[in-house]
């Protein structure tokens, strides 16, 4: 064994730390290390505020743009209500009163649908089986509506008009998920 290393060896870590070269402490060093510390926490409060400020933003901007799209939509004649030359009793002119407004939230859907855009190119699995069930099942509901060609009774045509409402605002709902999770 080389004899520096046996010296080494027996020497304790004590008098190994008292041979170390003193360090001079600086007055500044410890209000300075508050200060970078400080100055990383508000960096980090910034960044968060930012992002939350961001989010409420698009929040916003989706009710917004919905409620817009809704009163637009509610100013229209829906088409597909038949007019009847008989006298209507309260019931059914509440049915028909809830049909048009199923019509018209349906026509909102389908607008902001549209407003999504085509699908991703990539998607995942968790989102694509039920965005793939439920648009077979509007289409089926279509397919049912269009069939009847106003043949329907009103609270028949409700609910058929009721299930699509519902199907279409899931499905709106998770293509709109799915469009921000690409998006990140």
Same mark, same amino acid.
């Given at each position: 064994?080389?004899? $520096?290393?046996?010296?080494?060896?027996? &020497?304790?870590?004590?008098?190994?730390?008292?041979?170390?070269?003193?360090?001079?402490?600086?007055?500044?060093?410890?209000?300075?290390? +508050?200060?970078?510390?400080?100055?990383?926490?508000?960096?980090?409060?910034? $960044?968060?505020?930012?992002?939350?400020?961001?989010?409420?933003?698009?929040?916003?901007?989706?009710?917004?743009?919905?409620?817009? $799209?809704?009163?637009?939509?509610? &100013?229209?004649?829906?088409?597909?209500?038949?007019?009847?030359?008989?006298?209507? &009793?309260?019931?059914q002119a509440l049915t028909l009163d809830r049909l048009?407004?199923?019509?018209?939230?349906?026509?909102?859907?389908?607008?902001?649908?549209?407003?999504?855009?085509?699908?991703?190119?990539?998607?995942?699995?968790? &989102? =694509?089986?039920?965005i793939d069930t439920l648009e077979t099942q509007v289409?089926?509901?279509?397919?049912?509506?269009?069939? =009847?060609?106003?043949?329907?009774?009103?609270? =028949?045509?409700?609910?058929?008009?009721? +299930?699509?409402?519902?199907?279409?605002?899931?499905?709106? +709902?998770?293509?709109?998920?799915?469009?921000?999770?690409?998006?990140?």
């Open positions: 064994m080389h004899p $520096r290393n046996e010296h080494y060896m027996n &020497t304790n870590l004590g008098d190994r730390l008292r041979a170390l070269p003193a360090v001079e402490s600086r007055p500044e060093g410890w209000p300075d290390v +508050r200060q970078r510390i400080a100055a990383r926490q508000a960096a980090n409060a910034r $960044r968060t505020f930012g992002v939350r400020v961001a989010a409420a933003a698009s929040i916003a901007l989706v009710a917004v743009t919905a409620a817009w $799209r809704v009163s637009d939509l509610s &100013t229209e004649q829906p088409g597909s209500v038949a007019v009847r030359h008989t006298p209507l &009793t309260a019931e048009a407004q199923l019509q018209t939230k349906s026509q909102a859907l389908d607008d902001m649908l549209v407003e999504l855009g085509a699908h991703p190119v990539v998607e995942r699995a968790g &989102t =694509s089986l039920p289409q089926w509901l279509d397919h049912q509506i269009s069939a =009847s060609d106003g043949e329907l009774e009103p609270v =028949s045509a409700e609910g058929l008009w009721r +299930r699509r409402v519902e199907a279409m605002d899931s499905l709106v +709902r998770l293509r709109y998920v799915a469009a921000q999770r690409i998006d990140m």
